[in-house]
Nanobody
Framework: VQLVESGGGLVQAGGSLRLSCEVS????????MGWFRQAPGKQRELVAS???????NYVDSMKGRFTISRDNAKNTVFLQMNSLKPEDTGVYYC???????????WGQGTQVTVSS
């Protein structure tokens, strides 16, 4: 299984970025997908997740600013990030969660830097 993120970069506070994660090697549509963030000096944390049926879940601090979505035909999950803040800076990872398991498969991460 391979997960490849893209779309990170440097953006000013208040700006937007759209992250993408393309999955290969699995039947993508069957799995829960998640986006995680690791800020400098902090532990990796779940940002948002989406089920195979499109149900979504967000960390409270991201609600209303971030939107997770998926395109099963393209084996891709997205994270639209709006109204970015400097504290959103970090490496963003996508991950795949097989049934009855944890997030077992991870991408390499993409850096997001929000300047004030």
């Amino acid at each position: 299984v391979q997960l490849v993120e893209s779309g990170g970069g440097l953006v000013q506070a208040g700006g937007s970025l759209r992250l993408s994660c393309e999955v290969s090697g699995r039947t993508f549509s069957s799995y829960v997908m998640g986006w995680f963030r690791q800020a400098p000096g902090k532990q990796r944390e779940l940002v948002a997740s989406i089920t195979s049926g499109g149900g979504t879940n967000y960390v409270d601090s991201m609600k209303g600013r971030f939107t997770i979505s998926r395109d099963n035909a393209k084996n891709t999950v997205f994270l639209q990030m709006n109204s970015l803040k400097p504290e959103d800076t970090g490496v963003y990872y996508c991950a795949l969660k097989p049934p009855a398991s944890g997030y077992d498969y991870w991408g390499q991460g993409t850096q997001v830097t929000v300047s004030s």
